[in-house]
């Protein structure tokens, strides 16, 4: 049973709020622009299909206006300058806030200074900061305001909660002293194994500090991914992927980044059967321990 001992906290950008009480549907992260991704024509410079980018976005917010499950679309880049002309498109198609996925440490200040020169810092969410993160990236963003990041658990015991929530300790002091006081805190999934210890976090962080607490749940199954495709096939695939990337909705996961961007497909409307179906149940709570349960 889930015995709360702090209030939760709720990240508010734009119209989109992550966190807080159990009647705010999670949100999806999809990302799009990643490693392979069949829309890029030139990696480096950041050439792209714009007109099928567009469609996945648009698609995405489809399934979400549909559903009441609020979405956002995670962008990377293998440069600086692809990341650049990605984050541009982004921004033009849709009103909604985005992440910047930071794949190399050495792009944060160039991207940083780039949206807050555009006007774009209060629609960002950078994606991510670690434990291993150095010094400076933390002063650049005091220096530039920026109010909304990802804070990565990142760890070498990838089956230990003690040390996801140690990472998680180090990195709260630090952003503070950055002016940011909502993380968002993903607790770090890279196999099959930490997945469960990155959902039994979430869990943990909700109800001892109260951050917006969700995770890479993805990652889980693309780890194994030709293993699984072996021995399943696609469609055996996807069933593993719908699966993992559902597994801490049920235990009150805030977002989830689930992968590639044509997943939404199938994760939206995955998070809305999981969504309406504890909202339903609320109505049935009578007893303390049925809403210790009801996490979500």
Do not use: W
């Given at each position: 049973m889930l015995k709360r001992r702090a209030p939760l906290k709720v990240l508010e950008i734009g119209k989109i709020r992550i966190g807080g009480t159990p009647e705010n549907p999670p949100v999806m992260i999809g990302t799009i622009f990643y490693h392979q991704h069949k829309i890029i024509k030139e990696p480096k410079k950041g050439f792209f299909d714009r007109e099928e980018a567009e469609k996945l976005v648009k698609l995405q917010e489809e399934l979400s206006d549909k559903?009441?499950?609020?979405?956002?679309?995670?962008?990377?880049?293998?440069?600086?300058?692809?990341?650049?002309?990605?984050?541009?498109?982004?921004?033009?198609?849709?009103?909604?806030?985005?992440?910047?996925?930071?794949?190399?440490?050495?792009?944060?200040?160039?991207?940083?200074?780039?949206?807050?020169?555009?006007?774009?810092?209060?629609?960002?969410?950078?994606?991510?900061?670690?434990?291993?993160?150095?010094?400076?990236?933390?002063?650049v963003l005091k220096n530039y305001k920026i109010k909304s990041v990802i804070a990565l658990l990142y760890v070498s015991q990838i089956a230990d909660i003690k040390a996801r929530l140690a990472a998680l300790k180090e990195l709260v002091s630090k952003l503070e002293v950055a002016g940011i006081t909502v993380p968002l805190v993903d607790t770090f999934v890279i196999d099959p194994p930490s997945l469960i210890a990155a959902t039994r976090t979430i869990v943990e962080i909700k109800s001892t500090m109260g951050f917006p607490s969700g995770c890479g749940a993805h990652n889980a199954a693309s780890q194994l991914r030709k293993a699984y495709k072996q021995k399943?096939?696609?469609?055996?695939?996807?069933?593993?992927?719908?699966?993992?990337?559902?597994?801490?909705?049920?235990?009150?996961?805030?977002?989830?980044?689930?992968?590639?961007?044509?997943?939404?497909?199938?994760?939206?409307?995955?998070?809305?059967?999981?969504?309406?179906?504890?909202?339903?149940?609320?109505?049935?709570?009578?007893?303390?321990?049925?809403?210790?349960?009801?996490?979500?």
């Open positions: 559903t009441g499950i609020p979405s956002l679309v995670d962008v990377a880049g293998e440069t600086v300058e692809a990341l650049t002309k990605y984050v541009d498109f982004i921004a033009d198609i849709t009103e909604k806030p985005f992440l910047i996925d930071i794949l190399s440490r050495s792009f944060l200040e160039a991207i940083v200074k780039h949206v807050s020169e555009i006007g774009l810092k209060n629609r960002i969410i950078i994606n991510s900061v670690t434990p291993k993160s150095s010094s400076h990236e933390f002063k399943f096939g696609k469609e055996g695939y996807k069933a593993v992927e719908i699966t993992y990337n559902m597994l801490p909705l049920l235990f009150g996961a805030d977002f989830i980044l689930y992968g590639p961007i044509e997943a939404c497909k199938y994760a939206i409307p995955a998070a809305y059967g999981i969504f309406t179906s504890f909202k339903a149940a609320r109505k049935y709570i009578k007893t303390e321990e049925q809403r210790g349960f009801l996490v979500m």
